[in-house]
Nanobody, 124 residues
Framework: QVQLVESGGGLVQAGDSLRLSCVVSGRTFSLYVMGWFRQAPGKEREFVATISGSGGRTYYADSVKGRFTISRDNAKNTVYLQMNNLKPEDTAVYYC?????????????????WGQGTQVTVSS
C-alpha cells in the first residue's frame, strides 16, 4: 500500500512563495514517477508538474513554467513543489500523485496513487 501525505499549503499574498512537500510510504520510491496536480473550486483537477524517478526529467504546465519547480529527495521519500511569484489564479487544492513508470506522466488518469491534498490560497 502506497500512501502519500502532502503538507506546506497555506494563505499567502500575491508574489509570495510556498514549498509543498509530499512524503510517500514504501521502499521503492525511486521507481515512482511523481506529479503535482491542482483543483480550483468548480474546475477539473489539472496537471501542474511531474518528475521522473531519478529526478532527471521534469515537465511543467505552461501556466506555472518559470515560477514552480518540482524536485525530489529519494533518500527521504519526498517530492517537493517550490512555488514562487504566486498569483491569485494559483489558488487551489494541490494534490501529490504517484505511479510506477519509466517515463514522466502527465495524464491524471495514469496516476495510481493520490494524497489527500493541501490548500493553497493566494490573496491579491
Amino acid at each position: 500500500q502506497v500512501q502519500l501525505v502532502e503538507s506546506g499549503g497555506g494563505l499567502v499574498q500575491a508574489g509570495d512563495s510556498l514549498r509543498l512537500s509530499c512524503v510517500v510510504s514504501g521502499r521503492t520510491f525511486s521507481l515512482y514517477v511523481m506529479g503535482w496536480f491542482r483543483q480550483a473550486p468548480g474546475k477539473e483537477r489539472e496537471f501542474v508538474a511531474t518528475i521522473s524517478g531519478s529526478g532527471g526529467r521534469t515537465y511543467y504546465a505552461d501556466s506555472v513554467k518559470g515560477r514552480f519547480t518540482i524536485s525530489r529527495d529519494n533518500a527521504k521519500n519526498t517530492v517537493y513543489l517550490q512555488m514562487n511569484n504566486l498569483k491569485p489564479e494559483d489558488t487551489a487544492v494541490y494534490y501529490c500523485a504517484a505511479t510506477r513508470a519509466s517515463v514522466i506522466v502527465i495524464s491524471r488518469g495514469d496516476y495510481a496513487y493520490w494524497g489527500q491534498g493541501t490548500q493553497v490560497t493566494v490573496s491579491s
